[in-house]
């Protein structure tokens, strides 16, 4: 079968970019043709131009030259519609990752602001409709199986939508063949969208699975040889220098030295974006391959974001996570539970490496507090549990595929 996928993979993310190399992978290992259908906003690709380096966002480009089938480009739901028939796609996948955003009237009201009050306007991708919401079926010759899998709604702040509002979201929902979702906040949004109708699954994210859908992962004597590691290494990255201070980091250096460890400076797409004492640091360009390769083969990562974890817990790795996810409120507070980087470390048991950095009142655990849950990391039950989200994984795959099928 031709098969469509729809998500983020036109962005510089190492980790965007691996979610949609696996499901690419796992399908073709099941005999199925992938198409990743090439959908990405001008303004969405400007920001990245202008963020990113040029020779990162190249790196990103190549890579989807070499890994991804896509179709032509597309910038709205009537062109999605019209790759779908040119390419003859019997059925399309959309996700992972954020791909279920929506920001109500009452979330994009601004106060204070110079008038006072006002609007805020998000990104097309973020708002409803679009083709992550299924709008290309309005504009299809024919019905197809459209399915949402492990999606997330990126904090959502659903609770605030109105009657009108949910109402609307719920017609697009009921395009979909299939949904799961990656976390407990946009389960209880699908929730609460459908009236109950709809209870999703929450299912991994594909990176969960990558070790088992891709086979051309670089060896751990490759990897410290091309960046010239030492066998142990923790991998650092904040991004930005005011999460922890530079005496926070000399003390988290030689802590790790005490115990036979490097702290080695971990970029981001956009570089290493924080001030840092340390001797080693990964330059750019670099592949999502060999920046999933590096998390893999370390003895830990510290640091900001979510796919960094996630490669950490489906590899056993030891992680601590500063999470720059949630909802605020009133600027001070952090609503844990809308964190889709603690819901992962919760099914993993592992919360307790997870200290949510924006909340003002949360007291930064020290230098020497990290090292000892890197130390003390419970690798057997991480990997155990993997196990399990990994069979859990393969059942959501074999469900979407019947339901392709039907």
């Known amino acids: 079968m031709n098969i469509g996928i729809l998500t983020y993979h036109a962005v510089c993310n190492f980790g965007a970019n691996l979610q949609v190399l696996s499901t690419v992978q796992y399908l073709r290992n099941q005999g199925h043709n992938p198409i990743v259908i090439d959908w990405l906003l001008d303004e969405l690709d400007s920001r990245y131009r202008r963020t990113t380096p040029k020779i990162q966002y190249k790196e990103h480009e190549e890579f989807r030259k070499a890994y991804l089938p896509m179709t032509t480009r597309c910038r709205t739901s009537e062109e999605v519609a019209k790759v779908i028939e040119k390419e003859n796609i019997d059925a ?34 973020q708002m409803c409709p679009n083709p992550y919401w299924a709008a290309f079926t309005t504009y299809l010759g024919r ?14 702040p659903y609770k605030s939508y ?46 969960f699975a990558f070790n088992q859908n891709v086979n051309y992962i670089p060896s751990k004597e490759d990897i410290l040889k091309k960046f010239g590691l030492p066998d142990k290494y923790v991998l650092v990255s904040f991004h930005n220098s005011n999460t922890v201070s530079q005496e926070w980091l000399i003390e988290l250096q030689n802590e790790a030295c005490r115990n036979g460890i490097e702290c080695v400076a971990f970029p981001f797409p956009q570089g290493v974006e924080f001030q840092h004492p340390y001797d080693k640091e990964i330059e750019l360009p670099l592949s999502p391959i060999d920046w999933y390769a590096l998390i893999k083969y370390s003895s830990g990562y510290v640091g900001h974001n979510m796919h960094p974890i996630v490669v950490s817990l489906h590899n056993a790795v030891p992680c601590f996570s500063f999470d720059n996810y949630g909802i605020v409120k009133f600027r001070l507070f952090v609503n844990s539970k809308s964190s889709k ?10 919360e307790k490496n997870c200290f949510p950095c924006r909340s003002k009142f949360a007291k930064t655990p020290t230098a020497q507090q990290v090292i000892s849950a890197i130390l003390n990391f419970d690798k057997d039950s991480v990997r155990s549990i993997g196990d399990k989200y990994l069979s859990r994984y393969n059942e959501m795959m074999r469900k979407i595929l019947n339901v392709i099928s039907k």
Request: with cysteine.
């Open 92 to 125: 399309v996948i959309i996700g992972s990752d954020a791909v279920l955003q929506h920001f109500g009237f009452w979330s994009r009201v601004v106060i204070p602001s110079r008038k006072i009050i006002s609007y805020a306007t998000p990104p097309m991708d």
């Open 143 to 156: 019905r197809i199986p459209v399915c949402m899998m492990s999606a997330s709604s990126q904090n959502a």
């Open 162 to 207: 109105t009657l009108k509002e949910l109402s609307y979201l719920d017609s697009f929902l009921q395009r979909f063949s299939y949904i799961s979702v990656r976390d407990t906040w946009t389960q209880g949004m699908v929730s609460r969208i459908t009236k109950g109708r709809i209870i999703p699954e929450i299912t991994p994210d594909p990176v």
């Open 341 to 350: 980087i603690y819901h992962i470390m919760k099914t993993f048991n592992v």
